[in-house]
């Protein structure tokens, strides 16, 4: 039997690989407590990876898509509505399946592309990773969501501000930084909120579909599959990486809440929309 | 299927794929399709129920069963999606076992979890000894209705909480003014009424739900995504029907599919709410009443 202290250095840093704790996982009746706090802790470094590169990236993704949607040229509007429906309207479960089937058929040594004197080779094998490919799925996943919600946002900024905008003079490119596009983001913000959570929450789904996971380096969920399925035992480590996930979302809240409060700084307190966490998880 | 089909390398391309699509396999992987219809429309209103369950429950004024009734709103919205679609069925699986153990063996001295394992006696087994293979989809198929009912049936409770509470107090009040009870007043006035308010929700938890179907895989029933996989992957020249990874054109098929009942059920649900508001005192009932319509 380990230790606690031994199980905290041989798995805390486990989920980046093998190479990062001990070779393999614990298995069958050498499966501790501790064991099991701190491997699907470790996993939890995938979790955030995925969400925060999601986030970040599918955030001005979705500003781009939804400013195509709010467009009144067809040419702009028809592709990006097509694009969040596509997503919208299927499992992600199923666009994990789909996407890696579809990676996996890619060239392996890479698409040449040619640019005139030299020709550029991407390397497409990363596509076939969840690190990459299941992020990439992750992000257009995201953006489809999030425009909807930017879309709808700039369907109702304030005739007034708008008004306001062109009695100063502003167009184009100021406006939109000015006026548009913080009026967007505060309206739609408590609602973005949400969206960050839910993706966070659906990070547990990337290895539960094609992608594998190399090494069993996976993320939190993947972990706690892996205990149950040793132990035959639910009812540890379930509520536990359900337990990591209200952290995780508590923390999201509190940094959307922030970002929150600078959105509204100019309003007075009483004006101020509160975040209000409404979970409907699966997407 | 078709007598030309008895042997297939020697077919023309049409041939071999009239034959490869109506194979065995192929078969049950169109019923699986009807598996996943067939969940919706089995949890559908089961998990409404329990909604209704659940909002009365909110709504009752006898504190034990308001705290029921928020505990497990607030517990299944609180635990994240999949853990709960994994959870349920195998701790409530093991529940079963273990009362049925309790009832059947009194007389069994050894501890059910030894180790990793969880023993219980063979008359406590479920599905029994010797089930039929057909007995044990059923069975697994129950135990995914469950789970879904579940949290599904939260989900609803909320939306259908709030749907009560947007009746306009006044229409509950004139009720009472003509003696009505609480519960004619509930059946007679909120009951009709408050469908319209819930319909914009209930149609955001079916979309959630469709979506939520795939997850049957991971039950390990054989649904839509099993029969992808399998079917798709690549075959050598020992299958009947070889051919190389066409994984992706299965999955297509299935987002084709679920791009379709996403559609239809919003189609739908667009019709419903002019149904609904027909005669209501909501903005759309006001102009289908100027219109005409109603």
């Known amino acids: ?283 | 299927m078709f007598e030309f089909c008895a042997d297939p390398s020697a077919l023309p391309d049409w041939q071999w794929f009239v034959c490869y699509l109506t194979s065995g396999t192929h078969l049950a992987f169109y019923r699986s399709f009807v598996v996943v219809v067939l969940l919706l429309l089995v949890v559908a209103p089961v998990a409404l129920g329990m909604g209704l369950l659940g909002a009365m429950a909110l709504r009752s004024h006898f504190a034990p069963v308001t705290l029921l009734g928020r505990g497990y709103v607030n517990l299944v919205r609180g635990v994240p999606d999949i853990v709960f679609f994994l959870f349920v069925p195998i701790a409530l699986g093991q529940g079963i076992e273990w009362v049925l153990h309790q009832i059947n063996c009194p007389d069994w001295d050894q501890p059910i979890r030894q180790g990793n394992d969880f023993i219980v006696c063979r008359e406590a087994k479920m599905p029994p000894v010797g089930a039929s293979a057909w007995a044990r989809d059923v069975y697994a198929f129950g135990m995914a209705v469950v789970a879904f009912a579940l949290v599904f049936g939260a989900f609803a409770a909320n939306t259908l909480f709030g749907a009560m509470q947007a009746v306009p107090r006044a229409q509950t009040e004139t009720a009472e003014a003509y003696g009505m009870t609480r519960a004619q007043a509930f059946r007679r006035i909120v009951m009709p009424q408050m469908w319209v308010y819930a319909l914009p929700g209930l149609s955001n938890i079916w979309q959630i739900l469709i979506k939520a179907t795939p997850l049957l895989f991971l039950l390990g029933i054989q649904d839509v995504v099993y029969w992808a996989r399998e079917l798709g992957g690549a075959k050598t020249s020992l299958y009947t029907y070889p051919h190389p990874d066409w994984r992706v054109w299965y999955f297509l098929v299935l987002l084709a599919f679920y791009l379709f009942l996403t559609w239809t059920s919003e189609r739908g649900f667009g019709w419903l709410t002019i149904r609904l508001s027909r005669g209501q005192a909501t903005a759309e009932g006001e102009r289908q009443r100027r219109k005409g319509l109603a």
Not at chain 1, 86 to 91: A, E, K, Q, V
Not at chain 1, 175 to 198: D, G, K, Q
Not at chain 1, 245 to 251: G, K, P, R, S, V
């Open chain 1, 1 to 283: 039997m380990r230790s606690c202290a031994e199980s905290f250095t041989g798995y805390i840093l486990r989920a980046l690989g093998r190479d990062y704790g001990e070779r393999l996982l614990p298995r069958g009746l050498d499966i501790t407590l501790c064991d099991q706090l701190f491997l699907i802790a470790s996993g939890l470094i995938w979790n955030i990876y995925f969400a925060g590169f999601a986030i970040v990236f599918g955030f001005f993704l979705a500003t781009a898509v939804a400013l195509a949607r709010f467009s009144e040229n067809p040419w702009l509007n028809r592709p990006a509505g097509a694009f969040i429906f596509f997503f919208r309207g299927s499992p992600l479960f199923i666009q994990f399946f789909f996407f890696y089937s579809a990676f996996v058929l890619l060239p392996r040594g890479g698409i040449d592309i040619p640019l005139g004197v030299v020709t550029l080779t991407v390397d497409t094998s990363p596509l076939t990773t969840a690190q990459v490919g299941g992020l990439l799925v992750l992000i257009l996943n995201t953006t489809a969501y999030s425009a909807e919600l930017f879309y709808g946002a700039l369907r109702s900024i304030p005739r007034g501000d708008l008004e306001a905008a062109d009695a100063y003079g502003m167009a184009g490119f100021t406006r939109f930084r000015r006026i548009i596009w913080p009026n967007m983001l505060r309206l739609a913000w408590p609602s973005y909120t949400n969206e960050a959570i839910f993706l966070t929450h659906s990070t547990t789904l990337v290895f539960l579909s094609a992608f594998p996971a190399r090494q069993q380096s996976g993320e939190a969920f993947y972990y706690a599959r892996y205990f149950v399925d040793q132990t035959f035992n639910p009812f540890f480590a379930y509520p536990l990486v359900a337990a990591y996930f209200i952290l995780l979302t508590l923390a999201i809240i509190g940094l959307f809440g922030l970002a929150n409060r600078r959105l509204n700084r100019h309003l007075p307190q009483e004006a101020r929309p509160r975040l209000r966490f409404r979970p409907q998880y699966i997407r």
